[in-house]
Each structure stands twice: as C-alpha cells, then as structure tokens.
C-alpha cells in the first residue's frame, strides 16, 4: 500500500520559513520523480517544485529562489524547505508520486503565512 505523509505545516509571518516533509512508503521511493503542490481556497492546485530520481529540481516562477526541494532516498522521504515566505494567505502543501500511471497524493499539510 503506497502512503504519503506530508508534515511541517503551520503559521508563520511574513518573511519566515518553514520545512516541510514527505515520508512515503510502499513505494521504491528511490526510482520515482517527487512533486509538491499547493492549493489555495477557490483556486486550483499549482506545482510548485519537483524533483527527479536524479536529483534535478524544478521550480514554479512564483518560488523559484526561494523554495529548494530536496530528497533523502534512504529514508525516502522529500523535503520542501520554503523561505522568505509571502503573505499569500492559507494554503495546503501535497506531494505527489506518480507510480505506473497511478497518482498518488498526501493528505496535506496547511501553510499559513499572516501578517
């Protein structure tokens, strides 16, 4: 049974930083490209940072440089290390594998950045 676990969310102001995580099982989390996504009230879930078994990484205008996305095979868990953060109000964080053309999601975590 394939899980993903995100945590790390919560409140910080303007400025801060915060350290998600991704903590996967069931999977060779090795062999597979990690996805992060954010959601916001009434809007669409946005791919924000991915990276590959590789290790290359890619990053959505809106946070490039400011978020850095990393992975740790042996405990195949991925990271999301996120600074200077906007008050873009309340968001959930997910991360995504995609196995064999089945996509599978966390339960999210919630981002709020308040001034």
């Known amino acids: 049974q394939v899980q993903l676990v995100e945590s790390g969310g919560g409140l910080v102001q303007p400025g801060g930083s915060l350290r998600l995580s991704c903590a996967t099982s069931?999977?060779?989390?090795?062999?597979?490209?990690m996805d992060w996504y954010r959601q916001a009230p009434g809007k669409q879930r946005e791919l924000v940072a991915t990276i590959t078994s590789g290790g290359t990484t890619n990053y959505s205008d809106s946070v490039k440089g400011r978020f850095t996305v990393s992975r740790v095979n042996a405990k195949s868990t991925s990271y999301l290390q996120m600074n200077s953060l906007k008050p873009e109000g309340p968001a959930v964080y997910y991360c995504?594998?995609?196995?064999?053309?089945?996509?599978?999601w966390g339960q999210g975590t919630q981002v709020t950045v308040f001034s």
């Open positions: 995504h594998i995609n196995s064999w053309g089945e996509d599978y």
């Open positions: 069931g999977i060779i989390f090795s062999i597979y490209k």
